[in-house]
């Protein structure tokens, strides 16, 4: 399974941008995705995931702000965070789970794009 993430950059604070992330799997439509993202020298931390039936859940720190979504007919996941501030600036990376709901590790992971909030 290969999932490429894109859509990242700078942009100001309480800006806005839309990450995406196409999947190479034919099935992408059965599991649950997620994005995650890591400071340098951070721990990677759950942003949010969407499970196959499209129940969205979010981290503490960007509920309200981003929205995750699915295009199932284009095998795509995306991101869309709004009101960005500087603590949001990190590597995102897309992430695709074992199963139908969002439960443990991911099994597969992207490469990562790059968010950085200026203030």
């Known amino acids: 399974v290969q999932l490429q993430a894109s859509g990242g950059g700078t942009v100001q604070a309480g800006g806005s941008l839309r990450l995406s992330c196409a999947s190479s799997e034919s099935v992408f439509s059965m599991y649950a995705m997620g994005w995650y993202r890591q400071t340098p020298g951070g721990q990677r931390e759950w942003v949010a995931s969407?499970?196959?039936?499209?129940?969205?859940d979010y981290g503490a720190s960007v509920a309200g702000r981003f929205t995750i979504s699915r295009d199932n007919a284009k095998n795509t996941v995306s991101l869309q965070m709004n009101s960005l501030k500087p603590e949001d600036t990190a590597v995102y990376y897309c992430a695709r789970y074992s199963g139908s709901y969002s439960l443990g590790d991911p099994r597969y992971w992207g490469q990562g794009t790059l968010v950085t909030v200026s203030s």
């Open positions: 969407i499970t196959s039936g499209e129940r969205t």
